[in-house]
């Protein structure tokens, strides 16, 4: 029986499916149970080129399309990996590309196109503010041809394992703007050299193995020429980023939903109480049923997302939904897999719990369920802002 959702980009699949069986669970199995980063994998997935599909060819990635680009995504958490590990090197460029300048371009993307250079960390979430992104208080004050960076950031991923960083700081106080969303601006920080020197990185143990960290700015200098497009339009050019990064994180859901519904199906076969397998049970079978019927309408969504975000078109609607619903889908996926592996569901070697966990972040990042609904509501449905 072909696998579902795996009409689209068949040679593609074959080929990160191919890279991904030389990492079988118990891989991700330890990498979780020991809380360390997937070196082995995440260099496998460079060195083939994989996470450079995004970047044009004129600066040495393969220049694929986000239809594309997804899929890859998708099969390494089908095959029961985490792309949460690197993501960021596949989506966080495109600031840089979109907006950063010739030479900015020239400096940086070939060498991550060659994995030479990661730049997987995009620090915007700050403490105290949370979601209300345009109340941020990290501020970067310009001296000359420098800019002095001072505040906090919270959750920014994968810091220990990149060598540059995006950076959403104001450069405008808030009282002196028209706008919230003007006087925030971006910059590409050097890890490399800001780490100890103005940056302070605190790891935060969490329930999934995501290298996540709390981050102090204390006098960090950065270079003006690090300022990407122009001053004050930073907000702007992180909103133009998401599109891509929720329809990336809506394929990695819909991997994960496939294979719970995969694994799940599979046992509930083979699984036999009461003289039968647990599958010919209907009270089984609907929930699974569900979820499969759940994320096939999420792939829907998100391969229309793809295609106007391809074709150079508003996909801001589509994007938001097809993260909503995959990340909806996936954990209902989750938790049929979960209940129907019965005690067994618990066992780390079953690798459900692990998945479990990696896929229920997605309710809460990068964008929580009740925010993509508030957008709905407020720009697609004009009903009244709330906030
Ligand atoms: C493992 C992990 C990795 C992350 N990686 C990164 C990263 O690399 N870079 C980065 O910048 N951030 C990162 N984040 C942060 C993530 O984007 C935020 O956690 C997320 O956007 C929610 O923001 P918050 O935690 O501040 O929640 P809050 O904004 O404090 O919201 C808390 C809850 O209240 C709800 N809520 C808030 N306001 C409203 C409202 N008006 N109406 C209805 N509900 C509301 C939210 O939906 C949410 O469920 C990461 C988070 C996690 C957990």
Redesign the pocket.
Known sequence: MPRAGDERHPEIREAVRALCARFPPDYHRDVDARRVYPEAFVDALTRAGWLAALIPQEYGGSGLGLGEASVILEEINRSGGNA?ACH?QMYNMGTLLRHGSAAQKQRWLPAIARGELRLQ???????T????TTKIRTTAVRQGDRWMVNGQ??????VQHSDLMIL?ARTTPLAEVKRKSEGLSIFVVDLREAIGRGLTVRP?P???N?E?NELFFEDLEIPHEHLIGEEGQGFRYILDGLNAERTLIAAECIGDGFWFVDKVTAYAKERVVFGRPIGQNQGVQFPIAEAHIELEAANGMRWEACRLFDAHAPCGAQANMAKYLAAKASWEAANAAIQFHGGFGFASEYDVERKFRETR?Y?????????I??HVAEHLLGLPR??
């Open positions: 949460g960021g960390s995009m620090a915007v979430t700050e403490p503010t949370g979601t209300d950031k919270v959750w920014t991923s994968r959403l935060i969490n329930m999934v995501h996540t972040l309710q809460v990042a990068p964008i929580s369920t009740n925010l609904l508030s709330s906030f």
